[in-house]
């Protein structure tokens, strides 16, 4: 069975596939066999007539995998909302067992998979019953949660991390995205780590070359080979456990 984190955010936009995509490289960059998969995208590009997920794009490219999109991204659908309801827009089935069948596939193939949440911690996946902590937790896998630097992070991560714990999800650190080296944020980061006794693995900077819809990935590689202690990250990863694919 893989190893692997599961990454949730403490909203949309927060930054996941950024992380994602520096995580899976990093691990490759060592010689760990390692891979991404996002159950659902929503938010869908199309390219060169069909519909791709953007996110698992981002990963191969910056991670340098030769895996397709298909494979790393279980649905993809074109509506920017909650998973659940462009799956209803669109009139698409969602089948908690197929995303579950994909990721076990994933792990006969790859040592290490860091999957990626979809929005945040309470956000419909297949559909009101089956939320990104479920998927979370039917994983087996240990939490990462990803936050901002700026202002009203420590709300916003402590929220996450203590409904996380209270889901029963085993949250083992924290990355702090987008440091602009403010002292506010400084202090945000020092109180993220003290509030929640949870360690910052890893702080962020800002990357404005950075462009997931266009591919653009600029320094991302240099600043995670920098700033997160590949170490630290396959320690975390040891916490896996079965995948639960029963419905």
Request: with cysteine.
């Given at each position: 069975?893989?190893?692997?984190?599961?990454?949730?955010?403490?909203?949309?936009?927060?930054?996941?596939?950024?992380?994602?995509?520096?995580?899976?490289?990093?691990?490759?960059?060592?010689?760990?066999?390692?891979?991404?998969?996002?159950?659902?995208?929503?938010?869908?590009?199309?390219?060169?007539?069909?519909?791709?997920?953007?996110?698992?794009?981002?990963?191969?490219?910056?991670?340098?995998?030769?895996?397709?999109?298909?494979?790393?991204?279980?649905?993809?659908?074109?509506?920017?909302?909650?998973?659940?309801?462009?799956?209803?827009?669109?009139?698409?089935?969602?089948?908690?067992?197929?995303?579950?069948?994909?990721?076990?596939?994933?792990?006969?193939?790859?040592?290490?998979?860091?999957?990626?949440?979809?929005?945040?911690?309470?956000?419909?996946?297949?559909?009101?019953?089956?939320?990104?902590?479920?998927?979370?937790?039917?994983?087996?896998?240990?939490?990462?949660?990803?936050?901002?630097?700026?202002?009203?992070?420590?709300?916003?991560?402590?929220?996450?991390?203590?409904?996380?714990?209270?889901?029963?999800?085993?949250?083992?650190?924290?990355?702090?995205?987008?440091?602009?080296?403010?002292?506010?944020?400084?202090?945000?980061?020092?109180?993220?780590?003290?509030?929640?006794?949870?360690?910052?693995?890893?702080?962020?900077?800002?990357?404005e070359d950075v462009d997931v819809?266009?591919?653009?990935?600029?320094?991302?590689?240099?600043?995670?080979?920098?700033?997160?202690?590949?170490?630290?990250?396959?320690?975390?990863?040891?916490?896996?456990?079965?995948?639960?694919?029963?419905?």
């Amino acid at each position: 069975m893989a190893k692997g984190v599961f990454i949730i955010g403490t909203d949309t936009d927060v930054g996941k596939s950024v992380i994602t995509a520096g995580l899976v490289y990093l691990l490759r960059r060592h010689g760990y066999n390692g891979v991404s998969y996002k159950a659902v995208q929503s938010g869908g590009i199309e390219e060169n007539g069909r519909l791709i997920s953007a996110d698992a794009r981002f990963v191969n490219n910056v991670a340098g995998l030769d895996e397709s999109l298909e494979t790393i991204n279980g649905y993809c659908l074109k509506t920017p909302v909650s998973p659940h309801l462009a799956a209803q827009l669109e009139g698409v089935k969602l089948e908690k067992s197929i995303i579950l069948k994909k990721y076990q596939w994933l792990c006969g193939k790859y040592d290490y998979v860091i999957a990626e949440g979809s929005g945040g911690l309470v956000v419909p996946l297949v559909d009101e019953g089956y939320m990104v902590y479920d998927f979370a937790k039917d994983l087996g896998l240990p939490v990462v949660v990803v936050s901002r630097t700026g202002v009203g992070t420590i709300n916003h991560t402590m929220l996450t991390v203590k409904y996380a714990q209270a889901a029963g999800l085993r949250v083992k650190g924290i990355i702090m995205n987008g440091y602009k080296s403010s002292a506010a944020e400084e202090d945000n980061v020092k109180m993220v780590q003290k509030l929640t006794d949870l360690p910052v693995i890893g702080v962020i900077d800002r990357l404005e070359d950075v462009d997931v819809e266009k591919g653009m990935f600029g320094k991302l590689k240099e600043e995670f080979e920098r700033k997160i202690d590949i170490q630290v990250l396959l320690e975390m990863m040891e916490d896996a456990k079965d995948v639960n694919i029963n419905e």
